[in-house]
Nanobody, 112 residues
Framework: QVQLVESGGGLVQAGGSLRLSCTAS??????MDWYHQAPGKQRELVAT??????NYAEPVRGRFTISRGNAKNTMYLQMNSLKPEDTAVYYC?????????WGQGTQVTVSS
């Protein structure tokens, strides 16, 4: 059974950095995404990595970097210059045979 496990969230001051990790057990996916969901808001796409290509939501472009590990079942999100509005639960996501597969989420809290 394929599972996604995130780690690396935490509490950081505005301007700080965090690195999130996602490990997929049981398979390797060519396309992997990070989403986040702030309290009372819908889940939103943050960044996508597909092969060697990356794409970012406008609010994080230039501050966040998505990457793959040497073990292709891992994915990272380096978050720099964090802002209070980045506070959310961050989720790793893939499509597994056409179905959405989500990790359990990791909380990121940015204090002002």
């Amino acid at each position: 059974q394929v599972q996604l496990v995130e780690s690396g969230g935490g509490l950081v001051q505005a301007g700080g950095s965090l690195r999130l990790s996602c490990t997929a057990s049981g398979s390797i996916f060519s396309v992997m995404d990070w989403y986040h969901q702030a309290p009372g808001k819908q889940r939103e796409l943050v960044a996508t990595i597909s092969g060697g290509r990356t794409n970012y939501a406008e609010p994080v472009r230039g501050r966040f970097t998505i990457s793959r590990g040497n073990a292709k079942n891992t994915m990272y999100l380096q978050m720099n210059s964090l802002k209070p509005e980045d506070t959310a639960v961050y989720y790793c996501h893939v499509l597994n045979y056409g179905r959405d597969l989500w990790g359990q989420g990791t909380q990121v809290t940015v204090s002002s």
